[in-house]
């Protein structure tokens, strides 16, 4: 397709390139903009992921290599296909290259993204940490380790259970590690269970205090800030079930109406001068019913940012308009809306119930007020993704001598005793480093 063919540039709206199309987040920003009538297209590292099926994607376009320079490469190459087209980021280390090369991509890309200082300050766990204490943010009991000797000393500092993250999950991560995103430990002991040398893999980590409660006390702050630093729109919400259970990715949540935690967000991004698509997710502790910060989100949304599209706050929508210049997405009554990984409910439930800290009246009261709904994988009048994701599983299920290799996944990683594993997204994209914190000028192109 031509850009001259494409009608939608009169008023102002560019075509769209999305990161991640093989990712649940990637397809759930292109879902999001279905309405702006724009061509739409992906960068994938597995183009034969179920979430690349989708009838959302104009085209979807392989990513040749997981790197800065396989990145760099693969967007310069498609920005040849217009003159201009908007970019939407949903990784991590992908909103960090963006942010570090925007000069570079300036010209053929429009995209709202804060600077580089603050994607290090907001997006590394160690810089946040130690932020978020400088300014007086309520985050867990928090050491920031460097060495061996360094976290033996902390272990001896804090209360167990405690959780050891990596600064900045990236390549390196991903390959020792595989799909385990922290680690929980329960005893001192414990962290010589860890099946590869920590610092050897990161060069620093955070290790914090374990916040006491369960998947509903996961609460976050969906938002969209446009170029000038002004929030656009936000939604509220809480998780209803996580897998793996009680640490990892959103399985169902509802949206709520939480002025405390909008009030906390907001003040937490504007100390930060931040830009851009947000969030913010915290925990509330039982013991003394206070909300404490487990980690923002900056340049992208979150697997389950599009809960608030379903309850009437496009965020996504937002970004993408704010970006090529075009009118504002009006924001209109909300309703309670409820969205689900169709891949992570399953267990989670089992897990759940095996372990009796399931949230059946919570789920029962969301399931009841819910007036929309969004999926991870299945769309309106778009199932294929949910179809190849379902028909992967079923595979998996098959004895090993009917299925082709050994069932083992490269660079997975068994758990090691004493350690419990936290499962996250595939192997993201190595960053390089990042430079110091330099001030909250935003990036807009």
Known sequence: MEFEEFAGDRDGRLPVVVT????????????????????VYGLALDPASPC??????????????DSVSGWLRALTELSTRHPRQVLMISQDTVVEIVARHAQQLSGRYAFVLPDPGTVRTLGHKTAFATWAREHGFPIPRTEVVCGERELTEALDRLTFPVVVKPDLRNGRWSAASGRTKAHVLHSPEAVSAIPFPLFEVSDRYVVQEWIDGGDADVRFCLLYRDRDGRELGYRTGRKLLQWPVGTGNTAVCTTTDDPELHRLARELFDRAGLVGLASLEVKRDRRDGRYYVTEPTVGRPNLQSNVA????????????????GAPAVPVGRTRPAIWLSESNVPPALVCSVARRQLDLAGIGRAVLRCRGLMLAYAGRHDLRPAVAMLAGKARAFLPARFRKGNGQRPGSTPAAAGVSQVHGPGPAAPARPAPEASGASALTV
């Open 20 to 39: 991640g199309a093989d990712l649940p987040g990637g397809l759930g920003i292109a879902r999001a903009l279905r309405d702006e009538g724009t061509p």
């Open 52 to 65: 690349c099926r989708s009838s959302s994607w104009t085209d979807v376009l392989p990513v040749r290599e």
């Open 309 to 324: 599209a379903a309850a009437g706050v496009n965020l996504i929508a937002m970004a993408y308009r704010d970006a090529c």
